[in-house]
């Protein structure tokens, strides 16, 4: 059964190369991105030195390192289980001898795998050149990171997935994928450092999972976050991964019993 599920992450990373120019133009777009809040950040900062406990050089990495992390972890899974379960192309799926979800997780890897090498890899080579990032020369460093950027990929799939599975007990739920992606965005960390956020917003968000996903590792990266720290995001990674669990085999375990098709 492994064998399977690493098949399926080599057929979606072929798939991926197929249309690979969509990716080289991303590396473009996501570095007009990364360019736009590096000026933003620049003008807000002014003449401080410190904003939200990071450094103007701080902030630009962070940006850099969460909008190349979101390179990796980011995905269509919610939209692939709603068109699937739209068009009934799902029932096959009940009858098959593996797991759906696990399924589409190994999906987003191959996704994000191919992402890896082709998009994060020299679009970080490329924004370094432009602007003044400060990458960490300790590979202890890297190494650690690379764990929470995994985890960060398999909160996101498994957020993705839950919204996705919704569409079992919704008609539509194209308002709800996009509440989903505003959400993540926003409360994650990606557009503004939760951090920044006032001082009871901030709490409340670390209440919830999107902090797992680009906030404490972009910490942890730039260096705001060190020593127990740092073991510390992986653990609140690694318990939000085994709660998320638990949301999604209730959904699925229900799913199965409400399935309907739509236009036949």
Do not use: C, H
């Not at 980011?74 to 289980?81: A, S």
């Not at 799902?90 to 992402?115: C, D, H, S, T, W």
């Not at 890896?116 to 924004?127: A, E, N, Q, S, T």
């Amino acid at each position: 059964m492994l064998s399977a599920y690493l098949e399926l992450i080599r057929i979606r990373f072929l798939m991926m190369l197929a249309y690979r120019v969509n990716y080289y133009s991303g590396i473009l777009i996501y570095a007009l991105n990364i360019g736009s809040y590096y000026f933003l950040w620049k003008a807000i900062f002014g003449s401080q030195q410190e904003l939200g406990g990071l450094t103007l050089s701080q902030m630009t990495t962070y940006v850099v390192v969460s909008w190349m992390g979101r390179a990796f972890y980011f995905n269509n899974l919610d939209r692939e289980i709603a068109s699937e379960i739209r068009d009934g192309s799902v029932a096959i799926q009940f009858i098959r001898p593996y797991n759906y979800v696990m399924v589409k997780i190994m999906q987003g890897l191959g996704e994000g795998l191919f992402r890896l090498l082709l998009f994060m890899v020299p679009g970080m080579l490329i924004v370094s050149l432009l602007f003044p990032v400060e990458l960490p020369t300790e590979p202890s460093k890297w190494l650690l990171y690379a764990p929470m950027l995994m985890f960060s990929f398999l909160i996101n799939s498994q957020i993705n997935i839950i919204t996705g599975l919704f569409a079992f007990f919704l008609e539509n739920n194209e308002g709800l994928m996009r509440m989903k992606r505003v959400a993540v965005d926003l409360f994650s960390g990606l557009i503004i450092p939760i951090s920044l956020f006032p001082g009871w917003t901030s709490k409340a968000l670390e209440l919830l999972p999107f902090q797992a996903i680009t906030y404490l590792p972009g910490s942890y990266f730039t260096g705001r976050l060190t020593g127990s720290a740092a073991a510390q995001v992986l653990g609140i990674q690694f318990a939000w991964f085994i709660l998320l669990i638990i949301p999604i085999g209730i959904l699925w375990v229900k799913a199965r019993t409400r399935l309907f098709v739509q236009g036949g």
